[in-house]
Structures are given as structure tokens and as C-alpha cells.
């Protein structure tokens, strides 16, 4: 069974320009939650997305969104970027059994480079 | 908002030796996940570990929940290079939606 798969995998971008992250779940996944890793933060929750609506939203400011389409891929979108967004950006698909997590599986992240 | 703490930070090891990662909090977590993550690649999920006091084995890495399910370790014996990697402890709150993350220790063994 293919992995999470996440696009691109490397990105450079410019201050106050926009981005649009790409994640595929496992099949039969319809959870997909988002995270920003970084060296100082480490790993923090972004949003989680089940059945096209936002289930959980972690505390970044609105210039950070995403969506999830009726196949269950998900896009996230940052909007007038920051250089402090540079970091890794993680996709992770689970079922939900009863409205709990089941099993979380990784992509390998996107790397944002803001210059 | 529930927060874990991971010790230590950072290790660096020679090949052969022993070595214990901890992962603290103040709150009660429903279940405690170890990842370990590779450069340039997502977190692999190692263990679940979900009962207060469970321990269980994975070949060399041994890991505990505490009993009162606010803590666990990572014990990893006769430490090979291969081992090498940042290993997260997360934990599953109560409602089962939300997985909080530790900072990360990120070990090296030389060979």
C-alpha cells in the first residue's frame, strides 16, 4: 500500500509570497493533519482536516489555511510568507475509529526555504 | 495545553554503550507514541504504548509508560550506529483528537 506523499518536496520561496503544499493520504486514510517542524519549535500541530472540515486547528495565525477535497488529499496554503516559516512541513494520514486517532503515518514534509 | 518534556536534548554515544530517553508531562495522556525521524524524512512510528505501566520490547529499545500515564521512557541497549536519529515521544490526549509532540532527542552513535 503507497505511503502519505507529499509536493512538492523542496520549495524556495520569497518574503510576502504565497504557497500551496500538496499531501495524499493512505488509502482508506480520511484524516490528514498538518505540522510545522523546526529546529527551535520542533514539531507543532498545524490543523486536521476528516471529511473535507476542519476537526482540530492548532494556534497559528490566518495566514496559514488548508483544505481537504472529496478524495481525501489535502492542500495547505500559506499566505504572505515570513522568513520564521522556513521549516518542515509535515503531512500525516490516520483513520478515525470512533472519532479517535488511530495510527498516524508521515510523509516525508515538505522543506520551505523563505528568502 | 498539554506540553512533554523530552531529556535530553541531544546525545552522543559510542557504539556498544546504553542509553535512556525521557518523556515528561504534567498531564494524563491516553496513549504515548515514540517516533524516530531520519533526515530529510517524515516521523516512523516505533510504539504505542497505552496502559499505565506497560513496557514492551522492540529488539534493543525497551519502552515504559509511567503508571499514572504522564510519562515514558525509551531505553535502548548496546547502542548501534544505525540508531543514529531524532527520536519524539507524543502523546494522545483524552478525546483522542489531539497528539501533542515532545521537542525531540536527536541521538549519534559512533562507531
Known amino acids: 500500500k503507497a505511503g502519505v506523499t507529499q509536493t512538492p518536496r523542496y520549495l524556495i520561496k520569497t518574503r510576502g509570497q504565497q504557497v500551496t503544499l500538496s499531501c495524499s493520504p493512505i488509502?482508506?486514510?480520511?484524516?490528514v493533519s498538518w505540522y510545522q517542524q523546526t529546529p527551535g519549535q520542533g514539531l507543532q500541530f498545524l490543523f486536521e482536516y476528516f471529511s473535507e472540515t476542519q476537526r482540530n486547528k492548532g494556534n497559528f495565525p490566518g495566514r496559514f489555511s488548508g483544505r481537504q477535497f472529496s478524495n481525501s488529499r489535502s492542500e495547505m496554503n500559506v499566505s504572505t510568507l515570513e522568513l520564521g516559516d522556513s521549516a518542515l512541513y509535515l503531512c500525516?494520514?490516520?483513520?478515525?475509529?470512533?472519532?479517535?486517532?488511530?495510527?498516524?503515518?508521515f510523509g516525508p514534509g515538505t522543506r520551505l526555504l523563505v528568502l | 495545553t498539554q506540553l512533554l518534556e523530552q531529556s535530553p536534548q541531544f546525545l552522543s554515544i559510542q557504539e556498544g554503550e546504553n542509553l535512556t530517553v525521557y518523556c515528561n508531562s504534567s498531564s494524563v495522556f491516553s496513549s504515548l507514541q515514540w517516533y524516530r525521524q531520519e533526515p530529510g524524512e517524515g516521523p516512523v512510528l516505533l510504539v504505542t504504548?497505552?496502559?499505565?505501566?506497560e513496557v514492551k520490547k522492540l529488539k534493543r529499545l525497551t519502552f515504559q509508560f509511567g503508571d499514572a500515564r504522564k510519562d515514558s521512557s525509551l531505553h535502548i541497549t548496546a547502542a548501534q550506529p544505525g540508531d543514529t536519529g531524532l527520536y519524539l515521544c507524543a502523546g494522545l490526549n483524552n478525546a483522542g483528537n489531539m497528539l501533542t509532540f515532545g521537542g525531540g532527542t536527536r541521538l549519534m552513535v559512533k562507531p
Open positions: 500525516a494520514s490516520s483513520r478515525l475509529l470512533a472519532g479517535r486517532k488511530e495510527t498516524q503515518y
Open positions: 504504548v497505552v496502559t499505565g505501566g
Open positions: 488509502s482508506g486514510h480520511r484524516s
